[in-house]
């Protein structure tokens, strides 16, 4: 059969799409809880740029993202006389993780907005500061809201992945379109692909739902 001489290559890329999808879906975790929390400050000075940074990585295509880190920044570093040169992965991992943590800012916005007023008040009136309401409060009642929305985020980065091929990055579409180039062979090819897109998927989602599951119970501690 000759799809199995296709796996080899094929598993190589898919284990270079599973590391991208970990890394960039972690830095954007961490993106979208700094710029969500940020746009929620009364301090200008965080406020304003987390507001830019949300605007403009949501505002703009994640393909154009990629290529400006990749080849435009090390350009505009040369003029000034700075090394902005950085490998592939690299380049790939922050256009992702700094793309999926913008849409993520406004999940956590939105988020810790939802939790009701009288639990800020009642904190306010335990003489609570605003870092403990925050963290005691405000986060433990919002995290479980946001995991749907994360899920769907984690998925649609794990598809987005596959732009890193243009950069070169031998993921599993760019191991693909090796294959497909060499053997012309694209029905075959592509349903791979497709399949194993799709499996990856399912368990990210199943590991997402896990996720969900264990913090969700945070909720009723916070209420208690």
């Given at each position: 059969m000759q799809w199995l001489s296709y796996s080899t290559p094929l598993l190589?890329?898919?284990?270079?799409?599973?590391?991208?999808?970990?890394?960039?879906?972690?830095?954007?975790?961490?993106?979208?809880?700094?710029?969500?929390?940020?746009?929620?400050?009364?301090?200008?000075?965080?406020?304003?740029p987390s507001i830019a940074i949300i605007e403009v990585f949501r505002g703009t295509s994640?393909?154009?993202?990629l290529f400006w880190l990749y080849f435009a920044l090390p350009v505009f570093g040369q003029a000034i006389g700075v090394d902005l040169r950085m490998p592939p992965v690299t380049a790939g991992v922050l256009a992702l993780g700094l793309?999926?943590?913008?849409?993520?800012?406004?999940?956590?916005?939105?988020?810790?907005?939802?939790?009701?007023?009288?639990?800020?008040?009642?904190?306010?009136?335990?003489?609570?500061?605003?870092?403990?309401?925050?963290?005691?409060?405000?986060?433990?009642?919002?995290?479980?809201?946001?995991?749907?929305?994360?899920?769907?985020?984690?998925?649609?980065?794990?598809?987005?992945t596959a732009l890193v091929s243009l950069i070169s990055l031998g993921d599993l579409a760019f191991r693909a379109e090796q294959i497909r180039n060499f053997t012309q062979d694209s029905t075959t090819v592509y349903t791979l692909l497709l399949f194993m897109y799709f499996g990856m998927a399912l368990v990210l989602m199943a590991i997402m739902k896990t996720l969900e599951r264990s913090v969700g119970r945070w909720r009723a501690v916070a209420r208690n």
């Open positions: 190589q890329g898919a284990w270079v799409t599973v590391q991208l999808t970990v890394m960039s879906t972690l830095l954007g975790a961490v993106v979208a809880f700094a710029l969500g929390v940020g746009r929620l400050s009364h301090v200008r000075l965080l406020r304003l994640l393909l154009v993202q793309n999926i943590g913008s849409y993520g800012a406004e999940v956590v916005r939105g988020a810790i907005q939802a939790v009701p007023r009288p639990q800020y008040e009642a904190a306010k009136a335990l003489d609570f500061t605003p870092r403990q309401i925050m963290w005691r409060i405000a986060l433990p009642q919002a995290i479980p809201e946001m995991m749907p929305s994360f899920c769907n985020l984690a998925v649609q980065n794990l598809k987005d």
